[in-house]
Structure formats: C-alpha cells, structure tokens
C-alpha cells in the first residue's frame, strides 16, 4: 500500500473509487448475502485507509463513498495495541462423547493418577462472544483489552466503561494489587435483532432526508449477535458503545499478584463476589457422565437461552493440577470446549415458490414460518434442485427441521412429516413466468425453462446481472428499479439503459424519484459508456463466460469484435474424429488438443470442398482451445451464442450504444511473471483483493488453493492447511513484507 503523502491525486482518485466499491461490495456480502469474505479486520482494514485518503484529500470524497453511507460501522478505529502480560489462550474442541472421556483419562494419565483418586471438573456455558481482559490493580479498572491474537490485543477500557456488567471497582475487602479478569463481551439475542432493525430503520430515515431512493442492500447490518458484540465494542467513539446492550461475563483470569483460592470454582465464585456476572450454569462435575449430563442439559435448554452459546467448556478444577498440566501450544492441557452441533429448529414449511434464474434454471425456495435458528430469524430456505425435494419428500404443510451452523446459510436437513398422508409436491414442468416447458436436459439435475427470450423472468434476472457489481456496475439501477422499467416496457436489453435519458421526464413522474435521484442514475449510466470490455463480455451472460473467463478471453483478443470473429469462425470447424461439436465440447478440451496438436496424422475429416474456410476456421478453434483456462464447454457457448440471431441482434445494439477500449493488461515484467501465487492467511496492509490484482499486474496468476501447479505461496499470519501443504508439495513460502519487495522491485 503507498504512503498517502506519495500519491498523485488521479492515483488517490482511483484507489478510493476501488475502495468504494470494495467496501459496498463486502457491505452486501456481509448484510445481504450474510457471507462475509473477509475478516472484519480486514474489512477494518478497507475502511481506515478510506478515511485516510479523504483526510488527504477531502475534495475528492466521493458521491457513494461508504463515509457517507449511513448505519454501518465505519468508525471503527485506531484502537491503540496492548500486550497481554499473560497470553490470552484458545481452546481445543471436543464434539463426541468419546471424545470428552478421552480427555478425562488423558488427564488422569498425565496426572498418573489411579482411577480412584477423584478428580473434578468445572462446567460452564461457551458463551459465543468476544474475549476480554479487564486489569484491576487494588481494585480499580486500569485496563480493557480484546483478545486480538492472544498475545496483543486492542484497548478498549474507553468502551467497556458503558458496559453495566463490568465493574470499575471491585467489591469487598483485601483486593489484590493486580488482577486481571477475563471473560466475554456478548449481546443478547433480542438486543441483537432490535439492533439490526434500528440500523436499517435509520438508514431509511436517512435516504428519505436527502430525497435518495433507499437501497437497504446498502446497510451493513451484523451477521450474528458475536459479530454485533465486536462492531459494537471495537468504537473509537466510545460513544457509540454507549449506545450498545452488550453484556459481560467472567470466565477466568489473566495475571494476577494473588490469586484467591486454589480451585477454579473457588476463584470463579470470589470473581462472582467482587461483582462480574459468571454464567448461571457454572458448576463441578465429578467424572466424565456428569459432564456429559451437563452438556446435555444445557444442549436442551439452548433455544430458549437468551444469549447465543456454541458449547460448553470444561477444566479441571485443581489449580495445582492445571499447573502441572499446563499447555500444548495455544491451548491448556486442562481445558476442552465441548462444542454443540449446528443449532436446527423445527418449523412449517408453508409454501415452495419456484423462481426462475437469468439462465432460466428453476430454483425451488421454501417460505417458512418464521423461526429462530443460529441467532438470525429465517423465513426462507433454498431447496436448491427437483432432486433435493425428492430426497427430503417435503410439501407445503410439512413440519421440517432447519439448521444453521455460523455464517452459513440455512439449510432443511429434514422432514418430520415425510410419513403423512398428503399428495408430493409435483415440480413444474412449465415455467411459472412465462408458461413455457421447462425441462432438464439429459444427466443435469436443474430444470430450465426454455422460453428464453420470451421470458420475463429470465430477461428482467440478465438485465441485473448486467449491471450487477462484477459486469458493468451500474450504481443506482436497483432490482425493483429494473423489474420496474421492465414491466413499463423500458428496458427490453442491455442497450435500453443507455437510452433510459430520453425518459427523464417519464421517470421523474413515477412514485419515488425526485430531480436529484433521476440525475444521479442517469449520471452512473452515461459514466458507463466507455465500459472495461471483460466486464461487459461477462454481464451479457453467455453460458459458461465468467468474470474470469471473460478476462482470459480479452486478454487474448483485446477486442469484442474480434473475439466475435474467432468464435463464429471456430463455431464452423469441422468436427473432429467424425463426431459432433457438442460431443467434442462435452468431453473436454483433451480432445480438441490431441487432435489438433498432431499435424502429422491425416485430417480427421476430410471435406473436399472449402478448404481455404475449413483450415482458417480450425485455426480459430486452435486460437480459441490455446487460450490458459479456455474449455470446450465455452467454445461450443461461444459459437452457440453467436449462432443466434437474436444473440448478435443484442450484441451490435450494446455495442452501437457504448465503446469499450481496447483491452490490455499492462503487466510488468518481474520475478513472478508467468507463476502461479496463493495467498493465504491474513494480510497485513492490503486487502486479498489488492493483493490478486499486484500479481496480476505482474503479469502471474492469483489462484484460490495449493496444487503441485503453485509456484509460490505468499502466507500471512494464521494461515493453515495451504500452508502445510505447500509445505508437502516443496512449493517456496514467503512473507507479506517480501510480496511487497517484489512488487517495488518491479516498480
Ligand atoms: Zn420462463
């Protein structure tokens, strides 16, 4: 990342036009789609140098910078660092029942203790929340740090004094010089829905004042009552914490001058009586049944706690004995958190609505009676395929059982009512949009519809993919804007968006647009007019085209028009071996490259007439098959598409409306150009994304996981498994900081 004081305005410019639409971009994952790719550190990260550079800079603050954005968290700031003088610790996990008498007896042996010797066992609910340490010295609050990584975490004693379950004086007598008590700072699960509402409800007020069109895709919301806990802890303004009902629990402790008793349980009722909240499940347990016992209990009673917990933890109660056990790692010897399976509820399913996709493929979408699973409340459940609601044999009516494991979406894992006597929900063999048949084509389990072009659906559902993020990003054209000028006969294709100016009267008429939200949208739509021709490639949603493709694509033509020739021509290549071009298409590009790479051996198929056409047409599809990443599924979709007239008809009309440039990647030439790179682990000072398009720019190649292909893995704290197993595989391994010494030295 550059120094701030280096860069020129037109770099300042475009670093906060990417981090704009990086940050809405992780905004909708994290609200809408409830799948954060990122960590909120990382999503910190994004936000700070936002802020930085609009210090800078304030006359280029953007129009849709996401300072401007109301009801998110984007104060999240500098929080000064603080050493724990005692490790922050983290837990081993155990999830069977074997797996927690295990524990016992490994502790018995390491203690070499004979099975008569009793041993006890401390139980308490894992609350899922956000770890603490709160350092008092005679008493009186010194100090609040998070976790961070265990070693340094962030101060947060501004924060924690707006929390009413921690105390800034300890009560009672004879208060130790030093303590630190440690514990979790949660929110409960109905402060955490009300939170949600409150952010959403405040954004809309927002919108309203300034005349916008409020886009509640735009809100950052938190995905869980523990992400709710951090956002609303880590303030800078502490203020804001204020606002917050976050609660606290003790749990342990850090250092201490004394500590008040020679049991876990001993010390955990002095930090009860010096005034913390502990949970109200905290008790000894004797021997592995009554842990087990325990955990069941709890595990019962879960649903109906009003916090959110993932398990219950258990250490031995001895503090000689956890001294000589001591730790493995990051974990102590004498501890293990019992972890619950993903939480599931039981609730009706009430209808399957069928929605029709961009490529008309069916997905069938269970309406469900709301129901809490996981700490969010679900109302709708994908039932992904005919297949899936086979298997489950679910109708509306049928009691189902749904369950949510952490970010994931939910899912029906299954179906109490399979056995009533109630006809099977027949899948549509027509599609509900359009009437036309729909069918699945041999061996695919999706069904399609195969109105194509005559279908609502499937054409209002590529015109947002068109202007979705990844294609041509028009900011402003919502869905129910596009479902809207759809159903007024505005937008029939893509090229109809460039012509939506000669309607600003029109719109200006509708319901819900004023002179200023008309003129935003027209504005986001002319600035498109020179549009990056991948991404344009990628929004016209041919099958099998990609955003990835679609770069691989241009990097190779740099020109639409003259990919179109290449593929057309190909499209007419004479099959290969006697056999179709589909067949060639479906069984791999192998084929395509055996045949064409042996020019020794006699055509395949000899035609006697067009020679000159055949030879050029093949050399296309040698053009095309050669491209790194290119398959014959996109050949044969990219000859498809081009084949249909209506394709081309919409093709020329884009391209009559906007110019792209022509398309090159400048890279430049460095020690990684032509390699194959992993990123893995946490990056300190850029985002994943900045650090794919570094390599990219250095003319190497970013992929997602560690093969014998990789060339060289750059590892960031925390990595894991692809580490190791670059490790395996010999592949080399740097840091973040000699990334960054390739990266300058390439200039
Ligand atoms: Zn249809």
Not at 205 to 217: H, L, N, R, S, Y
Not at 576 to 597: I, K, M
Request: overall charge negative; some cysteine; proline content about 5%.
């Amino acid at each position: 990342m550059t120094d701030i004081s280096a860069l020129s305005e037109a770099d300042a410019a475009n670093e906060l036009m990417r981090l704009a639409k990086q940050i809405a971009h992780h905004n909708k994952l994290y609200h809408a789609d409830d799948a954060p790719e990122i960590t909120d550190q990382e999503y910190d990260a994004l936000v700070k140098r936002n802020e930085a550079l609009e210090a800078a800079f304030p006359h280029l603050v953007r129009e849709d910078s996401p300072s401007r954005q109301v009801g998110h968290e984007v104060a999240t700031s500098p929080l000064s660092k603080v050493s724990h003088e005692v490790r922050m610790m983290s837990l081993d996990n155990g999830f069977s029942d074997h797996e927690i008498r295990e524990f016992v007896a490994r502790v018995r042996r390491f203690l070499n203790l004979s099975d008569s010797e009793p041993m006890s066992f401390t139980a308490e609910d894992k609350i899922d929340g956000l770890s603490c340490s709160l350092r008092y010295e005679r008493g009186e609050l010194v100090m609040a740090a998070t976790r961070g990584d265990g070693q340094v975490g962030e101060n947060v004693t501004a924060n924690v004094q707006h929390i009413a379950d921690i105390p800034q004086h300890l009560q009672g007598e004879n208060l130790p010089d030093v303590f630190e008590v440690r514990g979790e700072v949660y929110m409960e699960k109905q402060a955490f829905t009300a939170l949600n509402e409150q952010l959403m409800e405040e954004a809309r007020a927002a919108a309203e004042a300034k005349g916008e069109t409020f886009d509640p895709t735009k809100v950052r919301q938190f995905a869980n009552p523990r992400n709710a806990a951090a956002g609303s802890l880590r303030q800078k303004d502490a203020s804001v914490t204020a606002k917050r009902p976050l609660r606290f629990w003790a749990h342990g402790w850090g250092a201490a001058s004394e500590v008040p008793g020679d049991k876990q349980l001993v010390v955990m009722r002095q930090i009860e009586a010096w005034g913390f909240p502990v949970s109200p499940d905290l008790k000894l347990c004797e021997n592995a049944e009554e842990m087990l016992q325990h955990y069941r209990s709890i595990g019962e009673r879960r649903p109906d706690l009003p916090y959110e917990i993932d398990g219950v933890v258990y250490k031995v109660d001895r503090l000689d004995w956890q001294g000589r056990l001591g730790f493995v790692a990051k974990a102590p010897r004498w501890a293990l958190a019992h972890k619950f399976p993903a939480e599931q509820a039981q609730t009706t399913l009430e209808a399957i609505d069928i929605q029709v996709g961009r490529t008309g493929k069916l997905t069938p979408v269970g309406r469900l009676a709301p129901v809490l699973v996981g700490g969010v409340t679900v109302t709708n459940v994908t039932l992904h395929n005919r297949d899936e609601i086979a298997r489950l044999g679910v109708r509306p009516g049928d009691r189902i059982v749904v369950q949510r494991a952490g970010d994931v979406i939910p899912q029906v894992v299954d179906n109490l009512t399979r056995d009533e006597d109630r006809p099977a929900f027949i899948f549509p063999d027509h599609c509900p949009e359009c009437g036309s048949e729909a069918v699945a084509e041999e061996g695919e389990v999706d069904v399609r519809c195969t109105g194509g072009l005559i279908c609502p659906a499937q054409r209002t559902e590529r015109l947002k993919h068109f202007v979705s993020r990844a294609a041509l990003d028009i900011e402003g054209l919502g869905e129910k804007t596009i479902d809207q000028f759809f159903a007024l006969g505005w937008l029939e294709s893509p090229a109809d968006i460039f012509r939506l100016h000669q309607r600003r009267e029109e719109i200006l008429a509708l319901d819900g647009w004023k002179e200023k939200s008309v003129e935003n949208l027209l504005a986001s739509i002319e600035a498109k007019r020179s549009p990056d021709a991948a991404r344009l490639l990628f929004g016209l949603g041919i099958r099998h085209v990609g955003a990835v493709t679609a770069r691989d694509l241009m990097k190779n033509f740099h020109r639409l028009e003259t990919l179109r020739e290449t593929a057309e021509l190909a499209g007419q290549a004479p099959p290969l071996q006697g056999r179709g071009r589909s067949r060639v298409a479906a069984e791999g590009v192998g084929d395509v490259d055996q045949a064409l790479t042996q020019p020794d051996s006699p055509h395949p198929n000899p035609s006697p007439e067009g020679e000159g056409l055949e030879s050029s047409a093949t050399e296309a599809l040698v053009t095309l098959t050669s491209i790194d990443g290119i398959g014959g599924a996109v050949v044969e979709a990219l000859g498809d598409f081009f084949h249909e007239p209506h394709n081309v008809a919409v093709w020329e009309d884009i391209l009559s409306e906007v110019t792209p440039p022509e398309y090159i990647v400048e890279t430049k030439q460095s020690s990684v150009s032509g390699k194959t790179v992993v990123f893995t682990g946490k990056l300190e000072t850029m985002s994943r994304d900045e650090a794919k398009a570094q390599a990219e720019a250095l003319g190497a190649k970013a992929a997602g996981s560690v093969s014998a292909k990789t060339d060289l893995v750059v590892a960031g704290p925390g990595a894991g498994s692809k580490l190791k197993k670059a490790a395996e595989l010999g592949i080399d391994v740097i840091d973040e900081a000699a990334w960054a010494e390739i990266v300058k030295a390439a200039g």
